[in-house]
């Protein structure tokens, strides 16, 4: 089991950054890559970032490469996501989730085992 705790999401203009937190609790956190999700109103969940468990991999979303970076800190078991040059359009709930090994189908929702409870993120043009 891995116990999972968003934080850092908030209101923000177009243009500005947040930094959003995922805590995680439970089974040994450095064995599991780690992802970051979102679902705007009316829309379906979609892929935004991901970590291996060592960090030395990543993926990104289209949407969000050249602003967004994901970062992890095994020592406080802890992953973040750096969001730079916030649009309107990234006006969501951001959700972290849990993957065991392999390092493969990242960017899909269904492979990832353990999800938190979503953090909201404002962003006002």
């Known amino acids: 089991q891995v116990q999972l705790v968003e934080s850092g999401g908030g209101l923000v203009q177009a243009g500005g950054s947040l930094r959003l937190s995922c805590a995680a609790s439970?089974?040994?956190?450095?064995?599991?890559?780690m992802g970051w999700f979102r679902q705007a109103p009316g829309k379906e969940r979609e892929f935004v970032a991901a970590?291996?468990?060592?960090?030395?991999?990543?993926n990104y979303a289209d949407s969000v490469k050249g602003r967004f970076t994901i970062s992890r800190d095994n020592a406080k078991n802890t992953v973040f996501l750096q969001m730079n040059n916030l649009r309107p359009e990234d006006t969501a709930v951001y959700y972290c989730?849990?993957?065991?090994?392999?390092?493969?189908?990242?960017?899909?929702?269904?492979?990832?085992?353990?999800w938190g409870q979503g953090t909201q993120v404002t962003v006002s043009s």
């Open positions: 989730a849990a993957k065991p090994f392999p390092w493969t189908a990242v960017s899909t929702g269904d492979s990832y085992d353990y």
């Open positions: 970590i291996s468990w060592s960090g030395s991999s990543t």
């Open positions: 439970g089974r040994t956190f450095s064995t599991v890559s």
